[in-house]
């Protein structure tokens, strides 16, 4: 017989993410985070990043940990954020290491409650 889980609603995922997204844009709009321009911090990083944490919460943690993974890799340059080579040479198989452990960890989580 088939696992239905029925608390995963993806519309419910949606809407958190859109009241969010609404919330941060009024924020954006009357500069309440005192940021400055929108274009300085308004990018495909940073929406890479904002749906990584969404993911985060929606229970997608492998997902949102490859996003946010990537989307701060290419915003650290942006942000004049000096990367020492050290951080440079290991970020990425760090990243695929941590992606891992999320895999694993996931899948213990996911098999101790079903028991």
């Known amino acids: 017989m088939r696992n239905i889980n029925r608390d995963h609603n993806p519309a419910k995922a949606i809407g958190v993410f859109l009241i969010v997204f609404g919330l941060f844009m009024m924020a ?6 005192n940021f400055g321009h929108p274009r300085a911090y308004i990018n495909w990083q940073m929406l890479l990043i904002f749906i990584g944490l ?3 919460f ?3 943690a492998v997902g949102g940990v490859i996003m946010i993974a990537i989307g701060s890799y290419f915003l650290l340059p ?6 020492p080579e050290l951080m440079e040479k290991v970020y990425w198989p760090a990243a695929i290491v941590l992606i891992g452990l999320v895999f694993i960890i996931s899948g213990v989580i996911r098999r101790s409650r079903k028991y």
């Open 54 to 56: 969404i993911s985060l």
């Open 78 to 83: 942006k942000l004049h954020f000096c990367i």
């Open 28 to 33: 954006i709009l009357f500069d309440v985070l």
């Open 58 to 60: 929606s229970k997608n």
